[in-house]
Every structure is written in structure tokens, then in C-alpha cells.
């Protein structure tokens, strides 16, 4: 179901009171449950960089990321692409920017790392990744997404590492797909340096990325 708007005629006029949200726009879009890529894609083009993801039929509204989480994807971000610089595996990118993992699945990781064989096509959302990093917002629900949902989608979609970032147990848990799941590289926690498996040499401080956020 693409999305169009049709001109409401003038018999059917229904409208909201000032100040109030423009709840009748909702009619022009799907119902939750039945939002197909072409349908997010498009919305994507008319709503600008929200932070929008498709989640079986679904939209989802990720929390809109605070100073204090920036700094952290800024921290790493620059760590992964310096590393990347004079190597021959891929680029590094930051959110939003909508993966695909499988069809009407798409996410939008903090930091995602893509292979040169995934930037074919730039002007697409890409099929998948090579690392993905989230880092973990504040509350049980945000916790729950980060730590088990996407960790069995990232895994579903064969994303062969994965970085947890937590502020709350100021950890950096390391995943590496082992057959259709993940198993534990390390957890590393203040005082050491966070390893990848699949980058060989890639290390960053635990503690640089929390003072990072911190503003230290």
C-alpha cells in the first residue's frame, strides 16, 4: 500500500481546533500492522531524518538521542572510521540511517559498519551490515529492545558483531555470531580496551567512550 493523500471533498470536511495535532492526516497512512517497505520508504522521503523504524508491519519512534549519547557515538565513530581509513573492508556509518535486515525489517543502529560489497548502491538503504553498535538509552523498555530484541534480529539477519554499549553497568559487550546466534567475544569494562573479533587490531577504551559522554 503506497502512500497517498486525496483531497478530502467538501461534504466529508472534518477538521481539528487550533492548536490541536492534525489527527485526521493519520487516515492517509496505514493502520500499525500493515506498513510494507514501500510504505516506510516513503514516508522516510516526506518526513525528513526522523530516527523511524519498521518493525513487523510496524513503525517504531526510537528516543531521540540526548548530548551525553552523541558524544559517545561520536567517541566511537571516529575510532571505527580512522581505523577503517587506510584499510580495505568497508565504511563506518552513524544513525539514522535505515538497514535492512530482511524484508519489512529495518532498523537504524547507532553505528553501523558496512563491507565495500554493501555500498553498490549508495542511494538505497543497505541490506544488512557487517558490526552494528547500539547504544543502550535509559529505561526498561529501551534496555530490553537493545539487549534482547535487537540482539536476536541483528543475529536473525546474520550482522556477524555486535557491540552493546551500556551507561547504566558501564560495559562494552562484545558479541560474535557463532551459527544463528550470538555468543559473548568479552565484556569489557572500565580500564580495558573493547576488542573486535572481526576487525582484527580494532581496540577502544571503555573508559574514553563513557568520559566522552561525560564531556571529559
Known sequence: MAI???????????RNGRHEPVWNIARFYPLQGDWTE????????TSGNWMIELNDGCLEF??????????????????FKAFLKDRQFGRAYFA??????????????DIAILGYHRLKNKRKAPDGADLVVEIVSPGEEARERDL????????????????????????????????????????????DEAASKL???FKVAVSGAFAAGEGK
Request: proline residues 8%; negative net charge.
Open 62 to 79: 526510537p528516543p531521540m538521542p540526548d548530548p551525553f549519547h552523541q558524544d559517545i557515538v561520536d567517541f566511537l565513530f571516529t575510532a
Open 38 to 45: 514501500e510504505d516506510y520508504f516513503s514516508l522516510e522521503r
Open 4 to 14: 497517498t493523500l486525496e483531497r478530502t471533498s467538501k461534504a466529508g470536511l472534518s
Open 148 to 191: 534482547e530484541t535487537k540482539r536476536r534480529e541483528y543475529a536473525k539477519a546474520g550482522i556477524r558483531e555486535y557491540w552493546i554499549v551500556d551507561p547504566e553497568e558501564r560495559t562494552i559487550t562484545v558479541l560474535t555470531l557463532s551459527g544463528k546466534s550470538y555468543r559473548v567475544h568479552g565484556v569489557f569494562e572500565a580500564g
Open 96 to 109: 539514522p540511517l535505515p538497514i535492512r535486515l530482511w524484508a519489512g525489517q529495518i532498523r537504524e543502529p
Open 199 to 201: 576487525l582484527k587490531g
